[in-house]
C-alpha cells in the first residue's frame, strides 16, 4: 500500500473530545487533553483519529448542533490549537479526521436565527405551513416526537433529529456552496479524512409527502440527488489528498454500495457488524456480505464494534440479545461483563484481522462498559425524546479514566457525566502495567496485525460454531463462537490469544487466536 492508500487498512481511533481527556480541569475534555495524551495514542499503534464535532455548539445533541463550522468550540479550545494537534499529531504517523453535520445545524447558527427573524435564510431550511393545528406532514424524529417544531408566527419547520437541529434544505445552491467551502476550509488545515454525519439523509423529496411504508423513493434516505453532491465533494477530497467515510444506514447492500463508487465516498461504516449478534453464523454472513458489496465498487470495508450512538461491546456482549446496536435498551438490563468481555477480546481479534480499516471508539481499548447515569444526571436528548424510557447514549459517552490513584480516575476536574464506583479498575495506568489487560491486548493486536498483510480472505473448513479465516501471508484468525473447546488447526506459532488455552491446548469457548501456518 502506498502512502495515498493508507485508510485501506487503517485503525482509526474514535476521539469523543467532550470526555477524552481533560486538559484545564473543568470536568469537559478539550484539545489541551488529546494533545497530552498523544504519545498514549502513538503507542497504542492506531493511524489515525476521527474528532466528533468539536465546533462552537450549544451541545443540544454532543456537538451534532453545530453553530459554527469554521471555529473550534471555546471549551475545547481554539482553532490555533486545532491545527497545532493536527500537526502534533502528524509528527507522531497520526492523521486527522473532522466529523462535518451537512444534515441540519443548531438553532444557534446565523443562518437559523436570520431565519426565524423573517429573513430570506427561510428557504434554507423547510419551512412550512401546517394541516390546521396539525405538522405539515406525519414525518417522526429519529430521536422520537414529531420531525416538526411550531414557531410562535404558525409555521413549523423540520428536523429530522432534536427541535434544536434544524434540517438544511439541500435543494437551495447556497446550502451546497457554503458546505463545499467548510470542507476545503478543513482540508487546507491539514486534515486528512472527513466523516460525514447522518450521510443519506440530506436530500429530502421536496414535496414533503407523508410517509408511506416500502415506498421508493424513501422521502427523506437514500435519495438520488445525494449521489451528484458526494460526487463534487470527491473532486474537492481529490484536489487535497483527502479522504470520506461516510455515515451511511442503509441495510440494502446494493444502495449502501452506490456510496462507494470510485467518484463518491472512499468509505462508510460498517453498520451490519456492527449491529450482528455474538453468532458464528450471523458474522460470518455479515462479513461475506461486506465483503462482497464492497468488492464491485473497489472500496475497502470497515469493520466498527462501537461508536458514540450505540452501548459499549463489553456490555452488548454481555447481554442475552447482543444484536442490538441502534436502540438502546430499557434500564438495568442483565448483563455478564465477564461474559462480554471475554467476546469483546474475540472480537476485537476478529475485527483486526479482516481486510479493511478498523474504528475504535475511545474506552472500547480499555473495556469500558456501558455506565448506569444516574437518571437526572442524562443529557441525550434521545432520553427526553422517549418520554423517558430510553437510557439514551450517554453510557458510552462518561470521562475516560486515565490513572487509577487520582481524582476523577484522572480524566482532570470533576467530569461532567459521573464517572462509575469502579472506574480506576479500568484506568489506563494500570492496564498498561498488566500484560492480561484489554489495553495490553489492543496494543499487541494493532503492532503485530500487519502480519496479514493486504491479502483476500479464505475461510477454512473447521467444526461448526468456529470461525477461521487466512490471508495471503499465511497467518490464520480463528474464533470459537461454539459452546465447547476446539482444536487448532496446524500451526507453527501462536501469534497473539484473546485468552489462555484449555490445559489440552484447545481454544476455548469466546476465545480468538492468531496463528502462523
Ligand atoms: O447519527 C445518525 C444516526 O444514524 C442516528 O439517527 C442513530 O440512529 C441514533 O443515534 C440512534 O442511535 C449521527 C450521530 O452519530 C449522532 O450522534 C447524532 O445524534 C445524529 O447523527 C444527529 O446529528
Known amino acids: 500500500l502506498t502512502q495515498a492508500d493508507w485508510w485501506r487498512s487503517a485503525v482509526i481511533y474514535q476521539v469523543y473530545v467532550r470526555s477524552f481527556a481533560d486538559g484545564d480541569g473543568d470536568g469537559t475534555g478539550d484539545l489541551a487533553g488529546v494533545r497530552a495524551r498523544l504519545p498514549y495514542l502513538a503507542e497504542l499503534g492506531v493511524n489515525a483519529l476521527w474528532f466528533n464535532p468539536w465546533y462552537p455548539s450549544p451541545m443540544k445533541d454532543g456537538g451534532y448542533d453545530v453553530a459554527d463550522y469554521r471555529a473550534i468550540d471555546p471549551a475545547f479550545g481554539t482553532l490555533a490549537e486545532a491545527e497545532k494537534l493536527i500537526a502534533e499529531a502528524r509528527e507522531l504517523g497520526i492523521r486527522t479526521i473532522v466529523d462535518i453535520v451537512p444534515n441540519h445545524v443548531s438553532d444557534q447558527h446565523p443562518w437559523f436565527r436570520a ?95 407523508d410517509f408511506v411504508e416500502g415506498r421508493d423513493p424513501h422521502p427523506y434516505v437514500d435519495r438520488d440527488e445525494l449521489h451528484d453532491i458526494y460526487r463534487s465533494w470527491r473532486r474537492i477530497a481529490d484536489e487535497h489528498g483527502g479522504v470520506f467515510v461516510g455515515e451511511v444506514w442503509l441495510p440494502d447492500t ?9 467518484d463518491e465516498l472512499h468509505t462508510a461504516f460498517n453498520f451490519s457488524f456492527l449491529s450482528c449478534p455474538w453468532d458464528p453464523d450471523r458474522l460470518r454472513t455479515s462479513i461475506d456480505e461486506t465483503l462482497a458489496e464492497h468488492a464491485p465498487v473497489g472500496a475497502p470495508a470497515t469493520w466498527v464494534l462501537c461508536n458514540h450512538d450505540v452501548t459499549r461491546t463489553v456490555t452488548r456482549y454481555g447481554r442475552e440479545d447482543t444484536a442490538f446496536a441502534f436502540a438502546t435498551k430499557a434500564f438495568g438490563t442483565p448483563t455478564d461483563l465477564e461474559l462480554g468481555t471475554r467476546r469483546a477480546r474475540a472480537a476485537a481479534l476478529l475485527s483486526l484481522a479482516l481486510p479493511g480499516a478498523v474504528y475504535l471508539y475511545q474506552g472500547e481499548e480499555l473495556g469500558l462498559p456501558e455506565a448506569d447515569i444516574p437518571r437526572d444526571r442524562i443529557e441525550d436528548p434521545m432520553h427526553f425524546r422517549s418520554g423517558g424510557t430510553d437510557p439514551g447514549r450517554d453510557g458510552c459517552r462518561v470521562p475516560l479514566p486515565w490513572v487509577a490513584e487520582a481524582p476523577h480516575a484522572g480524566f482532570g476536574g470533576e467530569p461532567w457525566l459521573p464517572q462509575p464506583a469502579d472506574w480506576p479498575a479500568y484506568a489506563a495506568d494500570r492496564q498498561a502495567q498488566d500484560p492480561g489487560s484489554m489495553l495490553s491486548l489492543y496494543r499487541r493486536a494493532i503492532r503485530i496485525r500487519p ?27 480463528v ?12 500451526h507453527t506459532e501462536l501469534l497473539l490469544g484473546s485468552g489462555p488455552l484449555d490445559d489440552r491446548g484447545r481454544l476455548p469457548k469466546d476465545t480468538a487466536v492468531w496463528l502462523r501456518s
Open 254 to 262: 446494493e444502495r449502501f454500495a452506490r456510496y462507494l463508487r470510485p
Open 479 to 490: 474464533v470459537n463462537l461454539a459452546d465447547r473447546a476446539t482444536d487448532l488447526p496446524a
Open 451 to 477: 502480519v496479514f498483510g493486504d491479502g483476500p480472505l479464505t475461510w477454512l473448513s473447521v467444526p461448526e460454531g468456529v470461525l477461521a479465516f487466512t490471508r495471503a501471508e499465511g497467518v490464520t484468525c
Open 115 to 209: 431565519a426565524l427573524e423573517g429573513g430570506p435564510e427561510r428557504d434554507l431550511f423547510h419551512f412550512r405551513a401546517g394541516r390546521g393545528e396539525l405538522p405539515p406532514n406525519d414525518w417522526r424524529s429519529q430521536f422520537g416526537g414529531p420531525a416538526w417544531t411550531r414557531l410562535p408566527d404558525g409555521d413549523w419547520y423540520l428536523h429530522l433529529f432534536a427541535p434544536e437541529q434544524p434540517d438544511l434544505n439541500w435543494a437551495h445552491p447556497a446550502v451546497r456552496q457554503e458546505h463545499e467551502d467548510i470542507l476545503r476550509f478543513w482540508l487546507e488545515r491539514g486534515v486528512a479524512g472527513v466523516r460525514i454525519d447522518s450521510a443519506a439523509l440530506l436530500v429530502k423529496d421536496p414535496r414533503l409527502p
